[in-house]
């Protein structure tokens, strides 16, 4: 997951790994220790990396069969800017150091802060086969030349696929109240997102799938993929309830297909126009 260091980067984060929780039956007391540690280190990256300007953050989960590793990175000034007395930092890593049950702090001036975390599963009661289903792993940075297809806010790579209904419905959520959509048109992203997901779960061209949100007043922006050249047309058609409701291509403002490395990238636009840029609904 990369995205920017804005105050509600924590929260994005957090919405990811609630979403990921059920799919891998993760106890509840670990997720809110994992949602904890990760708060903490991404709040330091907002707070001090890049001296109050916009950077990128980049959170990586890799769930094992005996361990969660969570890495939080930004290439910001370093530690070495960090250590104002009183800080809130000097409470954050201890938090951390306490929480996790390996914990690594790598930091050069110039070159940013990586902040490894480590929690172990192997005497976890709720340990499932679940977590099996990842023993084909293939290595994330291979992926990395598709996914600079992808800019925005918030951009997230899956492995396996079968996570992205749950974490897809979770930040697109997230990013609609942050753009102040309307009741009713919240309703209609989340619709979308789980059409989206349903229509993935087809349509995609690999085990893994990559997307990523833009929201800005009234407006949030998804392009995901890679899909199968054509399947497009399907989602177009696509009717995600019953059969007088409207169809995903009546409810989204903007729908595009772009073709990219022998596959298929969509691109979907939904605008809240019952609103002005003040957040206030707009007049008959």
């Known amino acids: 997951m990369r995205l920017n260091s804005r105050p509600d980067a924590a929260g994005l984060v957090r919405a990811v790994l609630a979403g990921i929780a059920a799919p891998f039956a993760l106890r509840p007391e ?6 904890t540690v990760v708060s903490e ?48 930092m000097r409470v954050g890593l201890p938090l951390i150091n306490a929480l996790a049950d390996r914990a690594e702090f790598l930091t050069a001036p110039g ?72 009741l009713e048109r919240f309703s209609d992203v989340y619709i979308v997102a789980r059409a989206v997901s349903e229509h993935v779960r087809t349509a995609a061209s690999s085990n893994r799938v990559s997307f990523s949100l833009t929201a800005r007043d009234q407006r949030v922006e998804l392009t995901i993929g890679p899909l199968g050249i054509g399947t497009g047309e399907r989602l177009q058609a696509l009717n995600p309830n019953a059969a ?16 990219l490395d022998h596959s298929e990238l969509l691109r979907l636009v939904l605008i809240d126009r019952e609103r002005d840029l003040s957040g206030t609904p707009r007049q008959p």
């Not at 990586?60 to 290439?75: F, G, H, K, N």
């Not at 007088?244 to 073709?259: C, G, H, I, T």
Request: hydrophobic share 40%; with cysteine.
């Open 30 to 35: 670990l997720v809110y220790d994992l949602k």
């Open 41 to 88: 280190a991404c709040n330091n990256a907002v707070d001090h990396a890049y001296r109050g300007e916009i950077g990128a953050i980049a959170v990586r989960v890799d769930i094992q069969l005996e361990e969660i590793e969570v890495t939080v990175r930004d290439w910001g000034g370093g530690f070495q800017q960090l250590v104002p007395a009183g800080d809130r």
């Open 111 to 182: 070159s940013g802060t990586e902040v490894r975390m480590g929690f172990d599963l192997r005497h976890d009661p709720r340990r499932t086969d679940t977590l099996m289903r990842l023993e084909e792993t293939e290595d994330l940075g291979a992926w990395t030349p598709w996914r600079r297809g992808l800019a925005g806010d918030v951009v997230v790579t899956l492995l396996a696929q079968d996570l992205l209904p749950s974490v897809l419905e979770q930040l697109t959520s997230a990013l609609a109240a942050r753009s102040r959509f309307s």
């Open 244 to 259: 007088n409701d409207p169809s995903v291509a009546e409810l989204v403002d903007e729908m595009a297909f772009e073709q």
